[in-house]
């Protein structure tokens, strides 16, 4: 069997050794377009339940690629003056260059012919008498866009613009740095991949790029060319997290994240894609090195199950099949975390320093108080009594001022035979609408006397119409009104369950910091740890569940959560909620409508 490999990046140089030394009877070239030694980038970062999975996968491979790397147990986060650490989120660094030169070294220790400065296109004769072609080209394949329609691709484009930076300074571990100066936000990703550099990732938005002179560099020029300007203008803004360190760049240019997408791998019955030419996810959440790896780490075992006698057709479906199916579900968490980049200036100027860390931790929906709890509870106990006043109590059992209404707690039941919104022994209760208000409409819900005005809303469909309904939905309503915020159902063009959880988080967000709209939001189902979360990082006032949940919402959140006497209702902690959600709805609030 003859594998030739078009790119010789991590994951093209990773299966060339792997195919090599599971299957000694197969030849394997791989074409790399790029010089010997030739990379762009700095570190690349792998948690610690990823480097299990690749050491498990390639024991004695990976064991010696990572003994000398960086490694750290926590993540460090600074804004305002504050520094946080969550601890319980473990994570290994190794130079990029490093990495690559190992993986080439064990490639041709393992008869792979590894070919430089080749660049391969489609209908190359060098792939001619090749029984597999492997395309990893990278995010702007050739390949793949030659066949787009039949591969089913599209290329979303973030708003938040990025650089990539190494630096001098030498972090402890995982650093997220937030400043702000006359421009606005700016925000770093930064962590040590040996003991000299560490990688230095800058991101800010759109608007306030554009405010500070930083697209002033032609990022038409031939790649290699890096943007000195804004490595000096980064140096200023992060002078006193630098200790006197210096950026060190290579091809360091801005540019906006761009998500690949593909509904099939196969371009035809030899040919597969691997890697970034397949798929992209924000860098906040996945390593498309850690992707390209376990893609290779697939294919090679289903090259070698074809070299036992398995159907090539249905080795490279089942590669297609499994691997598919793992890089939707990261895609699915990077969006929400996506997304929180695309707007971290809002929250960062809204939210208390406290909540705004929690906020983020919490950003991809699927991490809540008590997940963080299990890694660090001496941070969850610390952030939450900012929060709460109290390191003890349940996010849900704090009580609240609707109007004139005091409610015992954060949660809200609805009843599918209920007619109005009404206040019984301190709970409110609303007519069960879900699925009755269309994706991006809403509607008025008749009210007892003393309740404010309360609308129901269904978020749209797609994140990028979230503002556009947010600020109908304003102009057509009360001042004071208090918004019931559904998700819509997925759909087949709505971008999965996580595009229209998002909006939906966002849609409230929105109407709460740039607006003062008390937000109620609905869930799916009587997730506690989710509906705390979104309480105590200020995405919604209160969480709506089906009246019969409601018991059992608040019985779960007792578990974990020892319940402590609330203040009395006129105290300060009631009116608008929390310590931190009273900051948020002042003049922060009006900087951020501003």
């Not at 397949?278 to 090195?289: E, I, K, N, P, R």
């Amino acid at each position: 069997m003859k594998v030739s490999i078009v790119g010789g990046g991590p994951g093209g140089l990773y299966l060339a050794s792997l195919i090599r030394e599971r299957t000694p009877g197969a030849s394997v070239e791989v074409f790399e377009r790029n010089e010997p030694e030739a990379t762009y980038g700095f570190g690349v970062v792998f948690s610690e339940p990823t480097l299990r999975n690749l050491v498990a996968g390639d024991p004695g491979g990976f064991d010696a690629l990572f003994a000398t790397s960086r490694r750290w147990p926590g993540i460090d986060i600074r804004i305002k003056g504050r520094s946080f650490r969550a601890e319980g989120n473990g994570f290994a660094a190794i130079e990029r260059r490093t990495l690559l030169r190992a993986l080439l070294d064990r490639a041709r220790a393992a008869g792979a012919v590894v070919h430089s400065a080749r660049d391969v296109a489609p209908g190359d004769p060098v792939l001619a008498d090749a029984d597999v072609v492997v395309v990893a080209d990278g995010s702007n394949s050739l390949w793949r866009r030659s066949h787009e329609a039949t591969l089913g691709a599209s290329v979303e484009q973030a708003t938040a613009k990025f650089i990539w930076f190494g630096s001098t300074k030498v972090f402890d571990g995982m650093t997220f740095l937030f400043e702000k100066n006359a421009d606005g936000w700016f925000a770093v990703h930064a962590y040590p991949y040996n003991d000299k550099r560490s990688t230095f990732v800058v991101e800010t938005d759109q608007a306030t790029w554009q405010r500070s002179g930083l697209d002033a560099f032609d990022v038409t020029q031939p790649p290699g060319l890096s943007d000195e300007g804004s490595a000096a203008y980064v140096e200023r803004l992060f002078a006193k997290h630098l200790d006197g360190g210096r950026m060190i760049l290579n091809n360091s240019r801005w540019a906006n994240f761009r998500t690949v997408r593909t509904n099939r791998w196969r371009i035809d019955g030899r040919t597969v894609l691997l890697g970034d030419a397949a798929h992209t996810a924000h860098f906040s959440v996945g390593s498309g090195t850690k992707m390209a790896l376990e893609d290779a780490l697939e294919l090679a075992g289903q090259i070698d199950a074809v070299a036992a006698g398995k159907d090539l057709q249905t080795a490279l479906a089942d590669y297609e099949r499994i691997r598919l199916a793992d890089v939707r579900r990261i895609q699915s968490l990077a969006r929400p975390s996506l997304s929180w980049w695309e707007h971290f200036g809002e929250y960062a100027t809204a939210l208390a320093p406290s909540q705004f860390a929690f906020h983020f931790l919490t950003r991809s929906g699927r991490v809540g108080r008590r997940r963080l709890a299990d890694g660090d509870p001496g941070f969850i106990a610390r952030t939450v009594a900012d929060i709460a006043g109290d390191p003890s109590r349940d996010g849900l059992r704090m009580s609240y001022l609707l109007g004139c209404e005091p409610f015992v707690d954060r949660v809200v039941a609805l009843d599918a035979g209920q007619h109005a919104a009404t206040v019984d022994a301190g709970r409110l209760t609303l007519p069960d609408l879900r699925g009755g208000v269309p994706a991006g409409g809403y509607a008025t819900v008749a009210s007892a006397p003393g309740l404010p005005k309360i609308v129901w809303t269904c978020a749209p469909t797609r994140l990028d119409a979230v503002s556009a309904h947010v600020s109908d939905l304003v102009t057509a309503t009360e001042p004071n009104a208090v918004v019931v915020v559904e998700a819509a159902p997925p759909g087949d063009d709505a971008g999965g369950y996580a595009e229209t959880a998002v909006a939906q988080r966002r849609t409230s967000e929105l109407l709460r910091l740039r607006h003062g709209h008390a937000t109620i939001a609905v869930l799916a189902g009587p997730d506690a740890d989710l509906a705390e979360s979104l309480v105590l990082a200020g995405r919604a006032d209160l969480v709506a569940v089906q009246a019969s949940d409601v018991d059992g919402m608040l019985m779960v959140g007792d578990q974990t959560c020892a319940e402590s006497p609330d203040p009395p209702f006129d105290s300060p902690a009631h009116v608008g909620s929390t310590p931190g959600e009273r900051q948020m709805l002042t003049a922060d609030a009006r900087e951020i409508q501003r």
